[in-house]
T-cell receptor, first 113, second 115 residues
Framework: AQSVTQPDIHITVSEGASLELRCNYS??????LFWYVQSPGQGLQLLLK??????LVQGIKGFEAEFKRSQSSFNLRKPSVHWSDAAEYFC???????????FGTGTSLTVIP | KAGVTQTPRYLIKTRGQQVTLSCSPI?????VSWYQQTPGQGLQFLFE???????NKGNFPGRFSGRQFSNSRSEMNVSTLELGDSALYLC??????????????FGNGTRLTVT
């Protein structure tokens, strides 16, 4: 069965520091992968997606993610974090047959000045 | 293009009552999915509707039901409310094809509080 694991429940970084949020998935074939961000009391906003091709994908707000098939990972990165990046981040996988999405439990990001 | 719209934004209900939540998808999107989000359980998939038919279903009791109309708008109903139903209910729309790269687009949710 498909599943997504986000090992870090909570991460704290200083403003201006680099960020990496981890995501591991379990899926038999090459999945469709997504990162979403959620601010308090809001819905989820799509940051980026991976379907095929270049394993390094760029998203909005300066985020990028790298797909590594050998590690079943899709980690999210940002070179320099801004205070406005404080939010909850969710990794998700969609099967490539069917419209079923599977979400990780999320990583809460705190940014300290 | 307008995003996914959920109404109402906030609801307060009493145990035993029922509630109906509404979701208007992005124009052209035929799939609507519903999720329940709580601090302890994270995002839990309720069901997905595509072209007025329930296509996928999560592991929730029969008190949770939904439907989709011909214009792709969707409603979710919870009957006999329990305290544990207090949550943020999120609706998401997508093109919904069986194969394809259509992501989910989320609304801002309905915050349901059961007292």
């Amino acid at each position: 069965a498909q599943s997504v694991t986000q090992p870090d429940i909570h991460i704290t970084v200083s403003e201006g520091a680099s960020l990496e949020l981890r995501c591991n998935y379990s899926y038999g074939a090459t999945p469709y992968l997504f990162w979403y961000v959620q601010s308090p009391g809001q819905g989820l906003q799509l940051l980026l997606k991976y379907f095929s091709g270049d394993t390094l994908v760029q998203g909005i707000k300066g985020f990028e993610a790298e797909f590594k098939r050998s590690q079943s990972s899709f980690n999210l990165r940002k070179p320099s974090v801004h205070w406005s990046d404080a939010a909850e981040y969710f990794c998700a996988v969609r099967s490539n047959t069917g419209n079923q999405f599977y979400f990780g439990t999320g990583t809460s990001l705190t940014v300290i000045p | 293009k307008a995003g996914v719209t959920q109404t109402p934004r906030y609801l307060i209900k009493t145990r035993g009552q029922q509630v109906t939540l509404s979701c208007s998808p992005i124009s052209g999107h035929r799939s609507v999915s519903w999720y329940q989000q709580t601090p302890g359980q994270g995002l839990q998939f309720l069901f997905e509707y595509f072209s007025e038919t329930q296509r996928n279903k999560g592991n929730f009791p029969g008190r949770f039901s939904g439907r989709q109309f011909s214009n792709s708008r969707s409603e979710m109903n919870v009957s006999t409310l329990e305290l544990g139903d207090s949550a943020l209910y999120l609706c998401a729309s997508s093109l919904g094809g069986q194969r394809g790269n259509s992501p989910l687009h989320f609304g801002n949710g309905t915050r349901l509080t059961v007292t």
